[in-house]
């Protein structure tokens, strides 16, 4: 579970990039958060996940702080960030070994778990390549696969599909729904509304810092408007 609690921030003074923003994303659900370039989708999941400081207000992360508790609340959620060109020197088994050290999974589980998300994703035989030699979507892929190794209960990811070919990409809406049919929690940003559409139990909307809308497709519909398209209400409550 996220519960964001009034938080505010600014990059430069008097101009608030995100304006008191309120949400829960709930255990079981799949919460798709959209909304044009430079809402602040980023940097909200940024202050979720402990990487920028939060000015007013607090987020917990099942019910711990990313404030007060930082260590904490990151063993709680599995991160997949919106650009993949990290730790570039590393082979791809090299990071994700890493990444299980950091976070102490055992030797078993992590052989098991990599095994099993290496091959589904179809990068099994590229682990050890240096992450500098692959292609977007496989930085993408092996960004995925280390953010699913602890086994966390809250997934938080930027743009995850974002050069995913159709079949990762589908593999990993998969994922996202066993994980959450199984009482977890994945909180997603995205600009594919077809994707948002099919794959949320709720969406929210956030527009220039403020949350704009959250609800189901129907509600949204209810509110604004019956019989339009998730691309037509976007369009129009966001301009
Ligand atoms: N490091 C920074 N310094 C100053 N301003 C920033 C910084 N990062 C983001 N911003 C500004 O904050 C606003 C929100 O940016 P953010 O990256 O959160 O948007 P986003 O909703 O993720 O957009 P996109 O859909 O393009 O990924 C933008 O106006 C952006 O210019
Ligand atoms: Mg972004």
């Not at 940097?43 to 000015?55: H, Y």
Request: with cysteine.
């Amino acid at each position: 579970m996220i519960q964001i609690k009034n938080i505010s921030k600014s990059y430069v003074k008097e101009k608030k990039t995100i304006d008191d923003l309120n949400l829960e994303i709930k255990n079981g659900e799949i919460f798709g958060f959209l909304g044009p370039n430079g809402a602040g989708k980023t940097t909200t999941i940024k202050m979720i996940t402990g990487i920028l400081d939060i000015d007013e207000g607090d987020i917990l992360i099942d019910n711990i702080s990313i404030k007060e508790n930082p260590i904490k609340a990151k063993k709680e959620f599995g991160f997949v960030p919106d650009s993949p060109d990290l730790f570039l020197k590393l082979k791809g088994i090299e990071y994700l070994n890493f990444l299980a050290d950091i976070y102490n999974v055992s030797k078993e589980d992590r052989k098991n778990r990599i095994e099993k998300y290496s091959k589904m994703f179809d990068m099994f035989d590229n682990l050890n390549d240096r992450i500098q030699s692959y292609s977007h979507g496989m930085r993408q892929k092996i960004i995925v696969i280390g953010a699913m190794l602890h086994n966390p209960k809250n997934w938080i990811l930027d743009e995850p599909m974002t050069g995913l070919d159709p079949k990762s990409a589908h593999d990993l809406k998969v994922l996202m729904k066993e994980h959450s049919s199984k009482g977890n929690c994945v909180f997603f940003s995205t600009h594919v509304l077809e994707v948002a559409e099919k794959l949320c139990d709720r969406i929210g909307i956030i527009n220039k810092g403020k949350l704009i809308f959250v609800g189901t497709y129907e509600e949204m519909k209810k509110k604004f408007k019956e019989d339009a398209s998730l691309e037509d209400l976007f369009l129009e409550i966001t301009e």
